[in-house]
């Protein structure tokens, strides 16, 4: 086994290609194609499913089970990384989310809904896989680089995995909107063609190409799972496995974690800049991960299509849009911030948020939806980008980042529990998304409440 020096250009690289390799999962599963996927497992009208003992509306359903998943995370993240952490193994811990989201990717295959339990187990592995990896791969980052080298390589891996998802999301597009090109069977009944009229043809032609769309749908699941396992093996072979301490765990290692977690809380106290920003990111983080979270679910069932051909390219359109535009935002986000402040920003980027809650509502054509996409992609980069540069700016003067931020992970993971159980609890018991998504205003009115009093940023901050 090689072992590389701390800020070698090898090293880093290698550290930085593992977002090459999992970023695939967050763009082609969570975000685009498994959404459109689920949405076309149901046929009817009223969009039902039996699982747990209930029945559920689909996308509360969804909702509810990525909640949980979120919710797992953000309680072992804090115990598994202070495990790592003692006993020096967090490569191995690396690896096991990484194999196990990679194999939910490819079990997503069999995803049906006559065995949506398993089907389910697969979807949570997928999700738990990516963000149990990330906890670790995050925490590699001050072992691989010193303080001057990682805002560098930390835009390198995100301009990475950038590059790959997209590449790999283009692949599968092209499978589901061309299945004809890749070998997928678009013949039909010849029956039909000798003796049906020619809108009866053409229906058989088009269900014959939503067969094969389907089918390659369920293909690109398979290629995240062999992207992000196969990629991943070159970050595995430089980065280090951690250092040893020989020691054995114990019950006061397990919960070592979560008793850094009430020490950075007690600390927080007694800094009246950071804990009020912390209340308003905790408030307007939750409602901004359930939209990003839910957006192609809403698209799916709450936007008028047309046909299914016409509804999956629309989607898939408002995706890219999303993902074009956000380039853009994060630029836009960034120069205001720097000329206007954090909070300053923060607080518009959260009346435009509010906005498209209340737009979303109305909404009902592919245009409307295409702009609320573009809109979508203007904020969501730069809310994300700005809202950690922010936390992290108020930081008091301390060696024990990796607290901090494991306590800001911790926190946003929760907010993303509370909003989409929120969301979908009002989704299951209304009956439609439109009005869950009203709610979240509520979220963004206190978000916008809480981040005008925090004091401002260039006052020293005053102790409560």
Known sequence: MIQ????????????????????VYTLTIASSIFPIFYSALFLSEVKTVGAFGTEFKSTALITFVTAFTFLVVAITSPILSGIADYVGNKKNFLKFFCYVGSVGCVGLYWFNLEQIHLSLLFYFMGLIGYWGSLVFYNSYLPDIAYPEQQDSISAKGFSMG?????LLLIFNLMMVMFPQFFGFDLSIDPSITERGSEAEIQLAMDAAKDAASFKAMKISFITVGIWWALFSQYSFYFLPKGTK?????????????????????????????????????FVFSMAVQTIMLVAVYFGEEEISWGTDSEKTMG????????QLVAILGA????????????IKTLIAVNF???FLCFYAYIM??????????????????????LGRSTYSKFLPETEDTTSYFSFYDVAEKIGIVIGMVIFATVDQITGTMRNAILVLVVFFIGGIILLFRV???????ALE
């Not at 397990?254 to 308003?280: H, P, S």
């Not at 630029?331 to 206007?340: H, R």
């Open 364 to 385: 009902h054509t592919p245009m409307q939806f295409y702009i609320a996409a573009g809109i979508v992609g203007l904020v969501m980069g730069g809310v994300q980008s």
């Open 4 to 23: 590389l020096e701390k800020g070698s250009k090898k090293l880093l690289n290698a550290w930085a290609f593992y977002d090459w390799a999992n970023s």
């Open 352 to 354: 435009v948020w509010m």
């Open 455 to 461: 004091p401002d940023e260039n006052k020293k901050t």
């Open 162 to 166: 950038y590059l790959g998802s997209v």
């Open 245 to 281: 301490s020989g020691h054995k765990v114990t019950r006061a290692v397990i919960f070592n974690g979560l008793k850094e977690l009430r020490e950075v809380w007690k600390e927080l106290k007694q800094n009246l800049r950071l804990k009020r920003y912390l209340y308003a990111f």
């Open 331 to 342: 630029y836009v986000t960034s120069k205001a911030s720097s000329k206007f402040g954090n």
């Open 315 to 322: 989607l898939i359109v408002s995706i890219l849009v999303i």
